[in-house]
């Protein structure tokens, strides 16, 4: 199948090569694009220098991209997923990855460590207020850096030669300009994209397990059952 997915300018560098192993091929759209604040970079780099985190936790690969050529002898750094891990890596800057791909799997990952640690979070500028419910309420000290926007691009994402599109995050679905077809496989990366979808009124047939590999295999199982009933 050939699969439309929603990413940000510049994340899309591995996908065609994931999802070529699945047995798809793919291409970028693009509902959201990144605007970098620099203030807010500049801010979370002097922390670190300062020593003033115990843990830094990336949350995408598109914050670790932007911050790891920054960042000289950071503390315990944990990234989401191989993707952010290996932005990380790419620096240098050893890390540890959570076992599953959602932000509400950190606080039982780090586990009793946490209590009167502070946590450097530079995310996006969109709330994660379970994350940091979450952090606070296991006794740790949560300070966020919103170091990027999300900023719509208005565009009518172009699905003419698309089989299917997978939306990767709420917010991608939730800002995309896009006409659904009869024929056109719908999916989503995860329960939480998911639970955006369905809410706007759209039913994935493929939901992921926040993962894009775990997304391409759940398709593959779809389809064998599909050829199944037939």
Known sequence: MKIAVTRLAGKEARDAARCA????????????????????????????????????????????????PLLKNPPRVVAIGPETARELERCGIACETLPGFYSRDFVPYLGDWIKEKTIGLPRADVPNTP???????????????RCYRLVPTNEPLDLDKADAILFTSAMSYKKAIWTPRPDLLVMAIGDITAEAMMYGGTLPAIVGDGSLEGTLAALNDYRGKIRIIR
């Open 21 to 68: 192993a699945f047995g798809h091929a793919c291409y970028s759209v693009h509902p959201l694009r990144s605007e970098i604040r620099q203030d807010v970079v500049s801010a979370f780099t002097g922390a670190v220098g300062r020593e003033e985190f115990d843990c830094i936790f990336f949350t995408s690969a598109l914050p670790a991209k932007i911050l790891a």
């Open 131 to 145: 994350l940091i419910d979450a952090i606070t309420g296991a006794g740790g000290i949560a300070r966020e850096f």
